[in-house]
C-alpha cells in the first residue's frame, strides 16, 4: 500500500486530457508513484512505463504524455530541472514499496559470493539488507528495481535490490528484511 505524506502544487495542470510517464517496467516504486499521481487528475489518465526517466521525458517533449513522475534520488534529475522546455508542476512525499534483496524462488543453494544487480539510486542500501552471511559483493547496475528483478529471474544474477511488487511479478523470494525509502517525487510538464 502506498501513503501519501504531502503535496505541493507550484503549476496549473495542463489543458487537454492527462497521461503520465515514468520508469518502468510493471513493479517500479515509479509506477506507484504515477499511480498515486493519477487519482489526482481527471478522466484516469493512462500510465506509460518507459525502460529509463529519459524516454519519459521525451515523450513527455513529444506531447505523447502530460506528466512525468521521477524520484527525486534519481541522480541525473537535474537535467530535467534545468531543462527550460519542460517545468516543475508538483512535489509530493510517497513512501516507496517495500526493498529488500531477492533470490529465485525456484533456485538451488546460493554461492558463497552471490552477485547483486540493484538500480544505481538505491544501491547504498545493498549493504544495510545484504545478510552479514555474504560478503560484500560486485555490485551490477540494471535501469530499474524491475529490471534489477527480471535479470535475476532469467539467471543473470543471484540476488536483485528490489521492490514487493517486482519480485512477486518475476516469482522472487527476499532472503533480507524489508524497508521503503521515505522519497521526495517530482512531478513535471510541458512548458
Ligand atoms: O527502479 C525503481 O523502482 C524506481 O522507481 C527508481 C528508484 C529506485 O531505483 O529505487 C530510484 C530512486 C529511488 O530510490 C526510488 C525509485
Redesign the pocket.
Known amino acids: 500500500m502506498t501513503v501519501e505524506l504531502g503535496w505541493i502544487d507550484v503549476r496549473p495542470a495542463p489543458a487537454g486530457p492527462p497521461a503520465i510517464g515514468t ?1 518502468g517496467p510493471e513493479g ?3 509506477e506507484q508513484a504515477a499511480r498515486l499521481l493519477r487519482t489526482r487528475l481527471p478522466d484516469g489518465p493512462s500510465i506509460v512505463l518507459r525502460t529509463t526517466y529519459e524516454q519519459a521525458v521525451e515523450d513527455l517533449k513529444a506531447g505523447t504524455v502530460s506528466h512525468v513522475v521521477v ?1 527525486n ?2 541522480r541525473d534529475i537535474h537535467h530535467f530541472y534545468m531543462a527550460d522546455d519542460i517545468a516543475l508542476a508538483d512535489v509530493f512525499v510517497m513512501d ?1 514499496p517495500l ?1 529488500g534483496i531477492a533470490r529465485r524462488a525456484d533456485g538451488g543453494p546460493l554461492s558463497d559470493r552471490p552477485s547483486v544487480v540493484t ?1 544505481p ?2 544501491r547504498p542500501l545493498v549493504a544495510q539488507l545484504l545478510p552479514a552471511a555474504y560478503p560484500l559483493p560486485e555490485v551490477a547496475t540494471a535501469d ?3 529490471q534489477a528483478a527480471q535479470a535475476v529471474a532469467e539467471r543473470r544474477y543471484d540476488l536483485a535490490l528490489t ?1 514487493e511488487p517486482a519480485a512477486t511479478r518475476h516469482g522472487l523470494r527476499f532472503i533480507s528484511r524489508l524497508r521503503p ?1 521515505r ?1 521526495v517525487w517530482s512531478v513535471f510538464i510541458r512548458t
Do not use: N
Request: net charge neutral.
Open positions: 520508469l517500479t516504486s515509479s524520484a534520488a534519481y516507496t526493498y538500480h539510486s538505491p530499474s528495481t524491475s521492490t525509502i522519497m
